[in-house]
């Protein structure tokens, strides 16, 4: 299956540093990849992110804003902008619960595959090219639509100390006057947690 890696300019954010994402589904060699991150090895140097955890497109590319934001004005408080995207996603201030929390596991299946262009050479290509090489899963694409059947809504939910919103239904209900309620129910979550995010450490 062709990798469907996606090259995104960031609104507010130079075109000098694009960003690429990958999404994939039942990764087999997440123990492999942990390892790399941890041993520091730079072929490595990505944010991998467990997509459990991630609720939308606008929830992923707000943390990558904040850490690509932070990059450029050297505010990082981790080691460097791919951890910094991590980082990002946490609504608190400790390092080490983001990457307990967000970060890739030994038993993640579902992973979020983040690239920063910080130097000329990371390039669609190279990133593709490493990818391809590297990542045992299924590539798929990384919207709104497969994010929802991966978001674990009620650990987010948690995390995010939301518990009191309504949960977004897989489904819109047919029993709701046009199920318009999901689409509320995600948008209300969605913004309160792009807030937790733009907030945090503020």
Avoid: C
């Amino acid at each position: 299956m062709a990798l469907k890696l996606e090259t995104i300019n960031i609104p507010h954010l130079p075109a000098s540093l694009p960003v690429h994402v990958a999404l994939y589904r039942n990764v087999q060699n997440s123990a492999f990849l942990r390892q790399q991150l941890l041993a520091g090895n730079s072929e490595f140097e990505y944010a991998l992110i467990d997509a459990s955890m991630v609720l939308s497109r606008a929830h992923a590319l707000a943390a990558v804003f904040r850490a690509v934001n932070d990059y450029m004005n050297n505010r990082l408080k981790s080691r460097n902008v791919h951890s910094e995207i991590v980082f990002s996603f946490n609504p608190t201030n400790n390092i080490a619960e983001s990457f307990r929390k967000f970060g890739i596991a030994d038993s993640t299946k579902d992973l979020l595959v983040v690239k920063v262009s910080v130097t000329p050479e990371i390039t669609h290509d190279s990133v593709a090219a490493h990818l391809e090489s590297s990542i045992e899963g299924t590539s798929v694409p990384f919207d709104d639509l497969t994010l929802s059947e991966i978001s674990d809504i009620t650990k987010i939910k948690k995390l995010y100390k939301l518990g009191a919103l309504p949960s977004p239904a897989a489904k819109a209900d047919p029993s709701q006057p046009n199920g318009t309620h999901t689409d509320d129910a995600q948008r209300q979550l969605e913004l309160s947690m792009l807030g937790a995010i733009a907030l945090r450490g503020s």
